[in-house]
């Protein structure tokens, strides 16, 4: 069998440093709005009494997401014995810790008393699945920096598989507690789904492929590293089943909430009369975040173009981050039936009608800041280590590939 | 025992200090609420669930139009005195100004009858918010109120996605005037408290209560559910009641009738 | 150019000089000020030692007494305290209690402790048996 040999990223110096400038940038004036937020409080926001949860939380929701997912590509190598991904792993593991770092940064400068984290991390009420969850966020990024050292760490390699699996396990129920954040909302019917934990998990198995998939053919091409199509063919194909799963789960979802009559006004809100969410929903989740990957991902000739698939893996991000605006802000602004036999004439506090909701500067700023860490740390990482491996081409594959 | 010559005795007050204590710990009543200011009776000690607070609200007699109780609410807890913030427009001041009880009018489907009811927090036994808050900030209180403990809360906002009522509300601004009773603060939540400042001085009315009374209407009455006698007991007893989303089986503090 | 002996005696003058400055600083002067009721007490809750090293247990104890518990003993309550040592301007209208050089201000300032108390908490007394009692202006931050 072949060694693998990994190297740091080698493109030249001033663009390493002027695409950090570019990404310090970002996360300078995410900073920046996070401070003027929390100044000022939330009125500069679009978010009110009746829409809690906005735009940073869209990203951040993503963001979370796709980090678990991220780790998917490791995992496969480690847990399923698949040979020819076990190169790609390193990458893989730096990835989902600094998407979840990205991701828990927004949600924390977002809290309305952001100087209480301590509190947050010491006094805890375990009926809660957000307790669960801090603990589930940090002990994957703790987990996944031991798995990272175990695999780099050559004398270590041996122990690399039994950590590989604690860190599979724990990232399934990182994104089951996620998911869970909605699936055990009573009050909104939206939420209230055993399937958005199952949901959540698909979804990051979509998205944080993708985007493994993107940063790695940036990051090959951009360094002339040999990227052969065996194992690009492999990881577009798995792709493409992970971007179908999420459109089965969604249709599940859906389907369940027709078929009783209970839920078909909020069915007809999303899919029908919900303005911009049921434009989002077909035209951004449907259409761009599945239909056109999967043609892309699948035909004879486009899925065989780095460029296309490149194109498809951006699309299944857009459609992600449509999806969870769907899930997040369509679900919040939907009236809760407090009296389902009646219809509300009037309220003093936006009973009975649909929310209105624009997502405000400072927000898309701070959300915006999140993926600017994210990629920020995944580029200092891969210049300063050696996550990348120097060569992914056919014959430098595990012979065992190209069978 | 004293050490310099212009410090007092620390050790000799002390001593005085407890026994003029014990002396007046003797000489007041044994009972929970200790008299204080002009008539005013303090809690000295805690809450136990011997009693429950709850409340029946009578749509039929709720007036049409009428805000008496959101009124009173808005003043007893100085949610009145919050300013809009400058560049604010109205409408987005009217979606993020705390509102911790409101007049909903509803229409049946079928008859096209019209009801009015005030809706606040419903102060449930189980409730959604205490479940999902991450600090345990929001919290049941051994006699059946559930409130914010203000000083735990991180503003996350979950609690407010998880009730069902729509009863809790974000603090979006700088907060400059400050009432003692109430205190509040940017940045945390906060819904209706079953007018708690007033039952640990303790009286047993809530402002809405008062307010709507005076109205002349008497659509809300407050009172403890353990108690037989009180008079919302008695009130339950006699019509028939319900609570607003009870396949939730939240056992809420707040019934209705009439509606 | 100069000896060590004269460097390390410049030294040690330095800092003894900058340890007095500090000394001055240091609050062991009585804090109780001016008009406020407090100045006329000896102390009031517990000793004045107590008080300045762990006020601030005492009050993250009583606040969960009074919020989860409802007891409400008026000498322990932040509204007690600020009554306290709360001071009046020359109209006899109440100063807030968190403005520059007022009670919480003199050590707070000087050990560099934040206060989080008055985001929420009023600064001035306000009645509390006025129901609906109204903030006065003295309190807007």
Same mark, same amino acid.
């Given at each position: 069998m072949k060694k693998t040999y990994f190297s740091e990223w080698g493109i030249p110096s001033p663009r390493y440093w002027a695409l950090l400038a570019l990404l310090a940038a970002f996360v300078g004036i995410g900073g920046l709005s996070a401070l003027y937020m929390e100044h000022e409080g939330h009125w500069v926001t679009g978010m009110t009494n009746q829409v809690v949860w906005g735009t940073p939380h869209v990203f951040a929701i993503f963001l979370i997401v796709a980090a678990s997912g991220a780790l998917n590509v490791a995992s496969i190598g480690s847990v399923f014995g698949k040979k020819p991904y076990k190169p790609l792993a390193p990458l893989s593991g730096l990835l989902a810790i600094a998407l979840l770092v990205g991701g828990l940064l927004v949600l924390v400068l977002d809290l309305g008393r952001p100087d209480r984290l301590i509190v947050a991390m010491t006094v805890y009420n375990f009926k809660s699945i957000f307790a669960w969850n801090i603990f589930l966020y940090t002990g994957f990024m703790a987990i996944v920096a031991v798995y990272l050292w175990l695999m780099m760490e050559h004398k270590m390699n041996p122990y690399s598989k039994p950590a590989g699996l604690l860190a599979f396990v724990w990232r399934l129920a990182l994104t089951t507690g996620t998911g869970s954040i909605f699936g055990f909302l009573v009050a909104r019917q939206a939420y209230d789904a055993a399937i958005m934990a199952p949901m959540f998990i698909i979804m990051s198995f979509s998205f944080g492929l993708a985007i493994y998939l993107l940063v790695l053919m940036f990051a090959f091409i951009l360094d002339d590293r040999p990227l052969g199509d065996v194992i690009v063919t492999r990881l577009k194909n798995l792709l493409g089943v992970f971007v179908a799963g999420v459109m089965f789960i969604t249709l599940i979802y859906h389907l369940t909430n027709l078929y009783g009559t209970e839920n078909h006004e909020v069915e007809a809100f999303l899919l029908r009369d919900g303005g911009i969410y049921t434009q989002v929903f077909w035209i951004g989740e449907v259409l761009i975040g599945g239909l056109l990957p999967l043609g892309i991902l699948y035909h004879p000739v486009l899925g065989r173009n780095f460029g296309w698939i490149a194109g498809a893996c951006g699309a299944v991000i857009v459609g992600g981050i449509a999806k969870v605006y769907v899930i997040l802000i369509g679900g919040q602004v939907f009236p809760m039936a407090l009296f389902p036999e009646k219809a509300v004439v009037a309220s003093g506090f936006y009973d009975g009608v649909v929310a209105s909701y624009s997502p405000s500067l400072p927000e898309v700023l701070l959300g915006v800041g999140g993926i600017a860490v994210a990629l920020a740390a995944t580029l200092v990482g891969v210049r300063m280590l050696r996550f990348l491996p120097t060569s992914l081409s056919n014959q430098d594959l595990d012979p065992q590939a190209a069978a | 025992m004293s050490k310099t010559t212009d410090q007092p005795d620390q050790d000799r007050r002390a001593f005085i200090g407890k026994a003029a204590g014990a002396v007046a710990a003797a000489t007041l009543a044994p009972g929970v609420f200790l008299h204080g200011v002009a008539g005013v009776e303090y809690r000295q000690e805690p809450v136990t669930d011997k009693v429950r607070w709850g409340m029946l609200v009578d749509s039929n007699k709720c007036a049409d139009g009428c805000t008496a109780c959101v009124d009173a609410c808005n003043h007893e807890n100085g949610l009145d005195l919050l300013e809009k913030p400058e560049g604010l427009s109205d409408d987005m001041w009217d979606q993020q100004i705390p509102k911790w009880i409101r007049k909903v009018t509803v229409k049946d489907k079928l008859s096209g009858r019209e009801s009015n009811l005030p809706m606040l927090c419903q102060h449930c036994e189980h409730p959604p918010c205490v479940d999902v808050c991450p600090t345990g900030a929001s919290f049941r209180r051994a006699d059946g109120i559930v409130m914010v403990d203000r000083h735990t809360c991180i503003g996350c906002r979950y609690c407010m996605m998880a009730c069902p009522y729509k009863a809790r509300s974000f603090v979006h601004e700088v907060v400059e005037h400050k009432p003692t009773i109430s205190p509040r603060g940017k940045g945390c939540v906060e819904s209706c408290t079953f007018c708690v400042h007033r039952l640990d001085r303790g009286e047993t009315t809530t402002a809405c209560q008062d307010a709507c009374s005076q109205a002349g209407h008497k659509a809300i009455v407050f009172g403890d559910l353990n108690d037989p006698s009180s008079e919302v007991s008695q009130a339950l007893k006699q019509y028939p009641s319900r609570q607003v989303r009870a396949d939730l089986k939240l056992n809420t503090g707040v019934r209705y009738s009439g509606v | 150019m100069y000896g060590s002996e004269v460097k390390i005696r410049l030294l040690l003058a330095a800092v003894l000089a900058g340890a007095w400055a500090l000394a001055g600083a240091a609050? =062991? /002067? =009585?804090?109780?000020?001016?008009?406020?009721?407090?100045?006329?007490? /000896?102390?009031?809750?517990?000793s004045t030692d107590y008080m300045r090293r762990n006020h601030m247990e005492l009050i993250e104890h009583e606040r969960t007494e009074t919020v989860h518990h409802g007891v409400r003993i008026e000498s322990k309550s932040l509204a007690g305290c600020i009554k306290c040592h709360v001071q009046y301007d020359a109209a006899a209208k109440p100063i807030p209690i968190n403005s520059e050089e007022q009670f919480c201000d003199m050590c707070h300032e000087y050990a560099a402790v934040t206060l989080d108390c008055f985001q929420c908490h009023a600064t001035v007394p306000t009645p509390e048996t006025d129901y609906g009692a109204r903030a006065g202006e003295g309190d807007k931050q």
């Open positions: - | - | 609050p =062991d /002067e =009585d804090w109780r000020q001016g008009n406020s009721k407090a100045a006329g007490l /000896e102390h009031c809750v517990r």
